[in-house]
């Protein structure tokens, strides 16, 4: 296998280019120094090779690949008449596969066809399949497609294992199946299949696909969330795999997504499984002052690999359950009060490295506060403002520290950064959502400077033509109404919940973003309702109490000439809901939308997102008891706006009782008193 290139080879050329004198250079320069100090001399390592991590399982022959393609096709279609037939070919699918296992799941094709059994089946049928893998979890682990397989079991059986321990009646523990084989406890399999793992489990760290599987067994034995296939934020899957997850269309089933009881000897073998993999990076160290500053080195290099970092992360986060020592902690940062030149330089690496930044952001919110102020006054507090200006790496570990940090520390950080947020925000928007977030918990501090700059980068004053729909959700280079129909970009997703963060944080971003709304033409507003993105701008916006009479009127004046198509889509119609309550109080635009709704109701009525909106809408109500609805109305706008009631005809008073005493009753017994005289 060859090796990959070494770091440092850039600072041996320019120190014998240039004679390089450390105490001539600058404090910038002295940072990049401490990166290459970090990394000169020492080669990234890849997962050794093992003779045992690809067995060959041999192959189908063609009648059998054929047959399971074709079974794979008809599960993927689900056109079953009954769930009874379904069952019934998944039987037979899998007494035909028996024997032929480890080759189906090492199989491009038929290693669906095993996730889509894995799903589908029963409980028998889910032991039988974990069993017939026993002795070669960790091949599948190393395997591209059997990964995949591995993870779904795995997640099937931890459900199955909880169903065991809530319901021990359900245990099918000497129990025969039909073939005579003996089944023990989910939990006893899952437990053997560790076993089998432990050997391999420093191999699996930083390998390309163990390495999923490692982090989903973690997860399970600490009882965390086991998250879903094709989740955004998922800690297991890489995102190729997420996407082609999607491509192949195998749906998780209710078992994903959710947390587990376990039983205690999971959290037994969590804390065997994090004690192996200390002595196998420290080589059996019999005590932390044995631990050599190699050791430590050759360490730290698997918190920066893009392979290994996610599981460094994930065992950082769980240690603290049973360790409360933190060992891995202390193996990667120093515990005392006084600088180290090595750490100093790994810091600086860390700082500067997408992968690096990424495992310090992550692990700042598992450790311990004291530990996080120690880096921070170390290593960060100086540089704040430059470390922020580092847009894909310093300033989401700067961001990880506003969410964990002590107050005292909060403030210096939104010291530093607030006065140049508008210019921050030029390429990382999420940075201002934290630094609105930091202020509100710190009871509005800075938070006039905050506005001031948010407004100085998305409506500025001396601008002429300034639309915060333009400068922060770039519509004119969007997907909105071009002619391919494009699905909305992340990026766009990313712009419009941040509009909508800065629509909640202060009135003003309400007020100039209602009328940045107006200011566009009025087609390109009913695009935006439209849009599976922007329409829940519009849809935030429409909020009764914090808008102006006169802006909902003009608001409602281009809203209410397509109610009818906005009604029956997906998207638009959430906005229609949203006007039956941004109508109150205004009547007549109230009963315009009803009579237009009503005037088409067969369309309306036809459609599922069109149904919905009549029934928000009372139009049933509307329609055969109008007097009702309009009663109806009148309870909605003394609900919403409570303080408001009817002005009383001159001459009028208020039924207050006569004997209590305030300036009313006495002018009440007064009038009473002129009637009967």
């Known amino acids: 296998m060859a090796k990959t290139k070494s770091r440092g080879r850039k600072l041996l050329k320019k120190q014998q280019k240039d004679e390089f004198h450390p105490s001539t250079i600058s404090h910038e320069d002295k940072d990049n120094h401490q990166e290459e100090e970090y990394t000169n001399g020492h080669e990234e390592t890849d997962s050794s090779s093992h003779s045992n991590q690809q067995m060959f399982f041999g192959v189908l022959d063609r009648e059998e690949l054929e047959y399971f393609k074709q079974a794979e096709s008809t599960l993927s279609l689900d056109a079953f008449e009954s769930p009874d037939e379904k069952f019934q070919f998944i039987s037979s699918i899998i007494d035909e596969a028996k024997g032929k296992e480890l080759k189906l799941v090492t199989s491009q094709i038929c290693s669906k066809l095993m996730e889509r059994l894995i799903l589908e089946c029963d409980d028998t049928q889910l032991k039988t399949l974990f069993q017939a893998f026993n002795g070669v979890f960790f091949n599948m682990a190393c395997h591209k497609y059997a990964s995949h397989v591995l993870e779904t079991l795995l997640v099937r059986s931890t459900a199955l294992v909880e169903k065991e321990l809530l319901t021990p009646s359900f245990d099918t523990d000497n129990n025969d ?20 793992l432990k050997p391999h489990l420093k191999d699996m760290v930083n390998h390309q696909y163990a390495s999923h599987v490692l982090r989903l067994i973690i997860l399970i034995l600490s009882s965390k969330v086991l998250p879903n296939t094709t989740q955004n934020n998922s800690i297991v899957r890489s995102k190729k ?12 089933n209710e078992d994903f997504n959710k947390v587990y009881q376990t039983p205690e000897s999971f959290k037994n073998e969590l804390r065997n499984l994090v004690n192996t993999l200390y002595k196998d990076f420290t080589n059996n160290a019999e005590s932390r002052s044995a631990i050599t500053m190699t050791q430590v080195t050759k360490f730290r290099e698997y918190c920066v690999d893009k392979v ?23 193996l990667v940062f120093n515990t005392n009060d006084e600088k180290d030149s090595k750490e100093e330089a790994f810091m600086e690496y860390l700082l ?8 310090l952001e992550n692990v700042i919110g598992f450790a311990r506060v004291k530990y996080v102020e120690r880096l921070y006054n170390l290593y960060m507090k100086d540089r704040i403002l430059k470390l922020a200006k580092r847009d894909t790496t310093g300033s989401f570990v700067i961001q990880s520290l506003l969410q964990h940090l002590k107050s005292k ?20 928007m999420v940075f201002g959502t934290t630094i609105i977030d930091s202020s509100i918990k710190q009871d509005n501090y800075l938070r006039d400077d905050i506005i001031e700059q948010l407004l100085k980068k998305y409506y500025p004053r001396e601008s002429l033509e300034k639309n915060i729909l333009e400068s922060c959700l770039n519509l004119s280079s969007s997907t909105l109404g071009n002619t391919r129909d494009d ?16 629509i909640d944080y202060d009135d003003k971003f309400l007020e100039i973003t209602i009328d940045s709304m107006l200011k566009l033409p009025e087609q390109r507003l009913s695009q935006m309702c439209y849009h599976g993105v922007f329409s829940h701008v519009v849809e935030h916006v429409l909020q009764t109490k914090r808008v102006k009479v006169v802006k909902r009127k003009q608001l409602l004046n281009v809203l209410c000439k397509d109610v009818v198509n906005m009604a029956c889509n997906a998207y638009a119609s959430h906005i229609m809901d949203k006007l039956w309550e941004f109508t109150a109080k205004l009547t007549l635009y109230k009963e315009r939308i009803a009579n237009a709704l009503r005037s088409e109701s067969e369309k309306v009525k036809n459609s599922t997102y069109g149904r919905q909106v009549w029934k928000n809408w009372n139009l049933e109500l509307y329609v055969r008891k109008n007097r009702d609805w309009k009663r109806l109305v009148k309870e909605q706008e003394l609900e919403i706006f409570p303080d408001s009631r009817p002005l009383q ?22 009038h009473r008193n002129n009637e009967r005289s």
């Open 352 to 359: 500067s490295d997408p992968v690096g930044s990424h495992f």
């Open 409 to 428: 520390e909060v403030k210096e950080i939104l010291d530093a950064v607030v006065p140049e947020l508008s210019m921050l925000l030029n390429s990382n």
């Open 487 to 502: 699905w909305p970009t992340a990026e766009e997703r990313r712009r419009s919940i941040f509009l909508e963060k800065l």
């Open 241 to 252: 795999s997420k996407i082609a997850r999607k491509m192949i269309n195998i749906k998780d």
């Open 308 to 330: 290994a970092s996610p599981v460094i992360q994930l065992i950082i986060q769980v240690e603290g359950i049973f360790d409360r020592d933190r060992s891995f902690w202390r």
């Open 649 to 670: 005809p001159k001459g009028t008073f208020s039924t207050k009782r006569e004997n209590d005493g305030s300036a009313d009753s006495q002018q009440y017994k007064r």
């Open 177 to 196: 199946n039909d073939d005579g084989a003996v089944f023990v406890s989910m939990e006893n399999l899952f437990l053997f299949m560790l076993n089998e």
